[in-house]
């Protein structure tokens, strides 16, 4: 039984993130990527929503596991790492792929949509506990 909740709860938890990664990966190794027009630069804002939701994924894995309390502790300094390490090694990564290549600002824009996510979770936290009913502060 116990086999089975560590499966679900990897399966809930954990896979998502590492999908994503998966997902991240495969788009890093094709020669062109489809691209959406936007009025600012398309792909540092795709970078940054990208690596946006890895950190919250990833975030969300560490918080939700039961086996390294420290992890669990500092979920989200350690999803802001992953991502920024991830985001280092994707753009490694994209010097072996024919017509891509290393790009200093798309690790800045990753940076940035894990920085986003850290504000995000600090201002939902924030102002979660500010409208808490009195009695349960």
Do not use: M
């Not at 990664?21 to 027009?37: H, N, Q």
């Not at 894995?61 to 991830?86: E, G, M, P, R, T």
Request: hydrophobic residues 50%.
């Amino acid at each position: 039984r116990s086999g089975e909740f560590a499966l679900k709860s990897f399966l809930k938890y954990q896979f998502p993130a590492l999908s994503w990664a998966g997902l991240i990966f495969f788009l890093s190794s094709l020669e062109k990527i489809p691209t959406f027009k936007f009025f600012l630069s398309p792909d540092k804002l795709g970078h940054s929503f990208v690596f946006l939701i890895l950190t919250f994924l990833t975030w969300r894995a560490f918080k939700y596991q039961n086996s390294v309390q420290w992890l669990k502790d500092h979920a989200i300094l350690f999803a802001f790492c992953v991502a920024v390490a991830y985001g280092l090694s994707d753009e490694f990564h994209q010097r072996f792929v024919p017509g891509r290549l290393f790009d200093l600002y798309d690790i800045l824009a990753d940076a940035f949509g894990a920085t986003l996510f850290i504000a995000v979770h600090w201002l939902f936290k924030k102002y979660s506990k500010a409208h808490q009913p009195a009695d349960s502060k």
